[in-house]
C-alpha cells in the first residue's frame, strides 16, 4: 500500500518549514495543505492536534505526530537511514537537541519581540535577536553545518528564521551581516540546497506579511 503523507501547514511558519526542509532531505513526497490559520482552522487540523490547534501537524498513513522538532526527528527515525539529521553519538545527540531547543527558547521569541512591539521593547528584542545569533555562530565555528560536515537537525531548526532577518532589519535598522557574518555566510551555503530553498519562502514576502500583521496589532 502507498504511503499517505499529509503536511497541515502554514506559508509563513517557521515551524512548518522545518518539517518541509526535513522531508526534502529524505525525498518524502507529501500533500502539503495550507491552513487559514489566522481565520479559519480545519475540522482536520483540530481533530488532529486538539491540544494546541496548531501547525505543522504531519499526517503519516492517517497517524498524527504534533510539534515541529518532534516531527523532524520522527521524520529522521522513519526515512533515510542512509542521511540522518540527527548524530548516532548520543552525546553529539544531546547536544544538537540542546542548540535546536535553544532557538526555540531565545531566538524564536526575540524576533517575536522584534516583529510585535515598539520603541524599547523592539530595540530589546533586537538585542536579544542578534546576542542569540552571535553565541550560536560561536556554535558553529569554523565548521560547514551546525554538526560538521553534514547538513543536519540545528541547521534545520534555525534556517527557516533566515527568512526573518530582512524583517528584523527592516523593522530595526540593522544589519545581522554586519554583527554575523559566519552565521549569514553559513545561511547562503544551506539556501544552496535544494531542499531549503523550495521550503523558505521568499524574505521579502514574509517581510510582507509580518508588516500586515504588526499593522493590525498597532490597531488594535
Ligand atoms: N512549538 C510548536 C509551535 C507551532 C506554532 O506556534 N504554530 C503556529 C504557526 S507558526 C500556529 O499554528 N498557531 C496557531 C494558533 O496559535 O492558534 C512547534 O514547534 O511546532
Not at 49 to 58: A, C, E, Q, S, T
Not at 68 to 76: A, G, K, L, P, R
Not at 103 to 116: Q, Y
Request: glycine share 6%; aromatic share 12%; with cysteine.
Amino acid at each position: 500500500m502507498a504511503e499517505e503523507v499529509i503536511l497541515l501547514d502554514f506559508w509563513p511558519s517557521p515551524f512548518g518549514m522545518r518539517t518541509r526542509i526535513a522531508l526534502r532531505e529524505k525525498g518524502v513526497h507529501f500533500d502539503q495543505r495550507e491552513e487559514e490559520l489566522l481565520s479559519n482552522k480545519s475540522p482536520l487540523l483540530l481533530q488532529m492536534n486538539p491540544v494546541h490547534k496548531k501547525i505543522p501537524i504531519l499526517i503519516h498513513n492517517g497517524k498524527p505526530i504534533c510539534e515541529s522538532h518532534i516531527i523532524v526527528q520522527y521524520i529522521d527515525e522513519t526515512w533515510g537511514p542512509e542521511s540522518p539529521l540527527l548524530p548516532s553519538d548520543p552525546h553529539e545527540r544531546a547536544r544538537a537537541r540542546f542548540w535546536a531547543d535553544y532557538v526555540d527558547n531565545k531566538i524564536f521569541p526575540a524576533g517575536l519581540m522584534v516583529w510585535w512591539s515598539t520603541g524599547e521593547a523592539q530595540e530589546a528584542g533586537k538585542n536579544d535577536f542578534i546576542e542569540g545569533l552571535k553565541l550560536l555562530e560561536g556554535e558553529l565555528g569554523d565548521k560547514a553545518y551546525f554538526g560538521g560536515e553534514r547538513f543536519g537537525f540545528v541547521d534545520v531548526s534555525l534556517m527557516p528564521f533566515y527568512c526573518w532577518f530582512y524583517a528584523v532589519e527592516t523593522f530595526t535598522s540593522c544589519s545581522i551581516e554586519d554583527e554575523c557574518p559566519k552565521l549569514v555566510g553559513w545561511a547562503k551555503r544551506c539556501m544552496q540546497r535544494e531542499s531549503v530553498a523550495k521550503s523558505l519562502p521568499d524574505q521579502h514576502k514574509v517581510y510582507d506579511f509580518m508588516a500586515e500583521v504588526r499593522k493590525k496589532l498597532q490597531a488594535q
